[in-house]
């Protein structure tokens, strides 16, 4: 074995390793599936849904929040329950508020640094990119475009958590320099690149196939034979909305600004998807 290859290797087996010995990952899937698995089963009601909701103390508290805002509940109705909520929500935003907020908690428990704001904000601005493609393009499913393009840098996620700064350092040279090859210097300094800890990581979830496969090629120059007849459609939707989501710089944020910020950012823009 190449010295290349057995350093990559034993790179990947740090990732394994710590997905399984990382107590602060959240379980990003857990409520996720049984959300979606309610969701797509035509026998679940509202009454159903709820319970799984009831689960999860801060979700449930976010959706009775959002649905009494003003946006939602114009007449100020009091909502107190999450089976009311959910029918003046409606499953789509459900889903939507769900898997924002879920993502969100993931990123809060980054350092809070401007670059890791940009960081979240440019998954949002591809998941409605990518959303808004596939409906353009006639796709059968826009949601799973939406959430394969939320997801996509996950990867980028857990390279935070083990290389700290210099990571950092190395994702806000790749905002500020357009040319910079963003994959190669972590293959250079870390011997993996984002994409495939994004797959590894999706992997460990649990996650459907499709979206493992978008999240571990979702750069310029992916290998396209890598997607199964089925997903070519999916895997272009965000490659392409990634690429127009850096070219717009949409939602911008400037990578040189270290300012500090509001924490609940996260949440307030999660439950605006």
């Known amino acids: 074995m190449s010295p290349e290859i057995d350093s990559r290797s034993k790179a990947l087996a740090q990732v394994k390793n710590f997905f399984d010995t990382e107590k602060?990952?959240?379980q990003l899937p857990q409520i996720l599936l049984r959300v979606e698995s309610a969701l797509e089963d035509p026998a679940v009601g509202g009454d159903e849904l709820a319970r799984v909701i009831l689960d999860d103390p801060a979700l449930t508290i976010q959706i009775l929040k959002i649905a009494n805002s003003t946006f939602y509940n114009p007449q100020g109705t009091k909502i107190t329950t999450v089976s009311r909520a959910i029918v003046i929500l409606g499953f789509d935003?459900?889903?939507?508020?769900?898997?924002?907020?879920?993502?969100?908690?993931?990123?809060?428990?980054?350092?809070?640094?401007t670059v890791y704001r940009r960081?979240?904000?440019?998954?949002?601005?591809?998941?409605?990119l990518a959303r808004n493609l596939a409906q353009i393009d006639g796709f059968t499913d826009t949601e799973v475009a939406f959430?394969?393009?939320?997801?996509?840098d996950v990867g980028k996620f857990v390279m935070g958590h083990l290389h700290g700064e210099e990571y950092a350092e190395m994702l806000n040279t790749g905002y500020l320099?357009?040319?910079?090859?963003l994959c190669r210097a972590e293959g250079e300094s870390f011997f993996c690149n984002h994409q495939e800890v994004g797959g590894l990581l999706a992997q460990s979830w649990g996650l459907p196939k499709e979206l493992v496969r978008v999240i571990?090629?979702?750069?310029?120059?992916?290998?396209?034979?890598?997607f199964d007849e089925a997903?070519?459609?999916?895997?272009a939707y965000v490659i392409l909305a990634n690429q127009m989501a850096h070219l717009l710089d949409f939602p911008a944020v400037d990578a040189t600004d270290d300012e500090d910020y509001d924490e609940d950012e996260y949440e307030n823009v999660a439950t605006n998807l």
């Open 119 to 128: 960081l979240w904000r440019h998954s949002l601005a591809t998941a409605q």
């Open 231 to 235: 997903l070519p459609g999916l895997g």
């Open 24 to 26: 602060r990952i959240p």
């Open 216 to 226: 571990g090629r979702h750069r310029p120059g992916s290998d396209w034979r890598y």
């Open 177 to 181: 320099e357009p040319d910079f090859d």
């Open 147 to 152: 959430v394969s393009g939320l997801l996509h």
């Open 93 to 113: 935003n459900i889903r939507r508020l769900v898997l924002g907020l879920s993502v969100a908690k993931m990123f809060m428990l980054l350092p809070r640094w």
